[in-house]
C-alpha cells in the first residue's frame, strides 16, 4: 500500500520520538506496534516531564495554603484550566469543570439535572434522547436519571452503514424532549455525528444538548463556541494528557444555576450548621482536593497539541485512517463495522474477521507486538444492532505510521494462518 499521511516523515519521525514507549521493546523480543489510542494514547516526554517535575518542585494543595509551593501549585493548577478553554474555545476559563474523567464529567450533568428545579429540572413525562450508538457512560447516566425522574429514555438508531438515522428527528426530537446526548465521535464505530445539526433541531424545542467528545478533542479541532452545545465532556487519557483527569465544559449561565455535584471542601463559600452557600463556577462543582497534578499534566498536553496543530492531527487521522481502510479491505474475510469510507468517521475501525473470535485476533496479534483492543468497547447496544457479540478494534493517533498498518494486515494474515481460516 502507498499513501501519503497529514504529516510529512520527517514530521511525523520527529513526533513519534516524543514518545519513549513506542521506543520499547516487548518482553518477547517484538517491537511495540500501539494501535488502542482509542482506549487510551501514549503520552510524550513532555507531559511526563512537567509531572514528575510538580510533585519534584511544587507539590502542595491548591486554593488552601498560603506558602510559596501553594501558591505554586494553585498557579499552575489554574493555568492549566485556562489553557483547556482556550484549547475548545471557550468563552471563559470559568466554564471548565474538572472532572475525574468523561464518564464522571456525564454523570455529573446527569444528576445535577434530577436535582434542579425549572426551567431545567428533569421531571416525570420528560424525554432523554441517546443515540445507539454511545459509549456505555452516556447511556448509563441518562438511565438512571430516567429510573429516578420517571423521565423516558429514546435513542436514534443507526444504519447498517453505522450513521445516525435522522429520518424521524423531528418525531424523536419533540415538545417532552428535555435533554439530547450524543457522542460526537463515536469509540467503536469511528462515526463523526453531525452534532451541530442535531443541537439546532434541540434547542427548537428548548432541550439542552450534551456532547460526548472523549474521541473528538484528542483528533479534531473543537470550538465549543460554534459547535452549538451546552455541555461537552472528554477526557484527558485519551489526548495525551495523564489518567484521573476529564473536563465537562457547560455554559456559564446554566452552570451558574444548576446545583451542586459534590459536598466538601473548596465548592462553598459560607458554611454553617444550618445551611451552606456555594461558591461560583467552575469551582461549585470541585469539591475537596481535585486532581491537581493529573490537571497539569493535561495542560502540558494541551502545550504539545497546540504546538502540532489540531489541524494537522486531523489531518494525519484522516490519511492513515484512509490507509487502515483500504489495508483492512484487503484481508479475505473481514468485514468493517461502521463506515467504510474516510468521510465523517474518526481513527477507530472495529472490524469482525469471520471464523476467529476477536479475542483471540488480539492474543496473536500481542504475540506479534501489535496491540489492539477485543471486546465490546462498551458499546454494547451498537453490537447488538449489528448483531455481534465482539469485535477487533485498531485505533490510531497523531504518532502512527503506514508501517504500523502494514504491520496490522500482515498479522491478520498470521491470524488466519494460525486459525487456518480462508483456507477453502
Not at 469551582?283 to 504546538?307: C, M, N, R, W
Not at 489495508?327 to 473481514?334: A, E, I, M, Q, Y
Not at 477507530?348 to 496479534?365: R, W, Y
Request: charged content about 20%.
Amino acid at each position: 500500500m502507498t499513501a501519503t499521511t497529514g504529516l510529512d516523515p520527517l514530521e511525523l519521525d520527529r513526533i513519534r520520538k516524543d514518545f519513549p514507549i513506542l521506543e520499547r521493546m516487548l518482553p518477547n523480543g517484538k517491537p511495540l506496534v500501539y494501535l488502542d489510542s482509542a482506549n487510551t494514547s501514549q503520552k510524550p516526554r513532555a507531559v511526563l516531564d512537567t509531572i514528575a517535575e510538580h510533585y519534584e518542585r511544587h507539590n502542595a494543595n491548591v486554593a488552601r495554603a498560603m506558602h510559596t509551593l501553594g501558591e505554586e501549585a494553585t498557579a499552575a493548577f489554574e493555568g492549566a484550566r485556562t489553557k483547556l478553554a482556550q484549547f475548545i474555545g471557550a468563552p471563559s476559563r470559568d466554564e471548565v469543570v474538572f472532572t475525574k474523567n468523561a464518564s464522571e464529567a456525564l454523570n455529573l450533568v446527569a444528576n445535577v439535572l434530577a436535582w434542579a428545579g425549572e426551567p431545567y429540572g428533569v421531571k416525570a413525562g420528560d424525554e432523554i434522547v441517546v443515540t445507539e450508538m454511545e459509549h456505555h457512560s452516556n447511556i448509563v447516566p441518562w438511565q438512571l436519571l430516567c429510573e429516578r425522574t420517571g423521565a423516558k429514555l429514546r435513542w436514534f438508531g443507526f444504519t447498517d452503514e453505522g450513521r445516525l438515522d435522522l429520518s424521524t428527528i423531528d418525531e424523536l426530537i419533540n415538545e417532552r424532549t428535555k435533554v439530547v446526548s450524543l457522542a460526537y465521535v463515536s469509540n467503536m464505530l469511528g462515526t463523526i455525528n453531525p452534532v451541530t445539526e442535531i443541537a439546532r433541531r434541540a434547542h427548537e424545542v428548548g432541550a439542552l444538548v450534551v456532547a460526548d467528545a472523549s474521541q473528538a478533542v484528542p483528533q479534531l479541532p473543537v470550538d465549543v463556541s460554534t459547535l452549538g452545545v451546552d455541555f461537552l465532556a472528554f477526557t484527558g487519557h485519551k489526548m495525551c494528557g495523564p489518567t484521573g483527569i476529564g473536563v465537562l465544559w457547560g455554559r456559564r449561565e446554566l452552570l451558574e444555576q444548576l446545583p451542586p455535584f459534590l459536598g466538601g471542601g473548596e465548592m462553598i463559600e459560607v458554611v454553617r450548621m444550618e445551611r451552606s452557600t456555594y461558591s461560583p463556577p467552575p469551582h461549585k462543582f470541585e469539591a475537596g482536593t481535585p486532581p491537581i497534578a493529573q490537571a497539569i499534566g493535561l495542560g502540558a498536553a494541551v502545550d504539545y497539541l497546540s504546538t502540532i496543530g489540531m489541524e494537522n492531527v486531523a489531518a494525519h487521522e484522516r490519511e492513515v485512517t484512509a490507509y487502515a481502510l483500504e489495508g483492512l479491505k484487503s484481508v479475505g474475510g473481514l468485514t468493517i463495522l461502521g463506515p467504510n469510507e474516510p468521510v465523517d468517521r474518526g481513527g477507530a475501525i472495529s472490524f469482525e474477521l469471520d471464523g476467529v473470535h476477536p479475542h483471540d485476533i488480539a492474543q496473536v496479534l500481542d504475540e506479534l507486538g501489535i496491540a489492539v483492543r477485543a471486546g465490546h468497547h462498551c458499546a454494547w447496544p451498537a453490537h447488538r444492532r449489528l448483531g455481534v457479540q465482539a469485535s477487533t478494534r485498531a485505533s490510531f493517533y497523531l504518532y502512527t505510521s503506514t508501517g504500523e498498518i502494514d504491520a496490522l494486515v500482515d498479522g491478520l494474515d498470521q491470524v488466519k494462518k494460525f486459525f487456518r481460516v480462508g483456507e477453502g
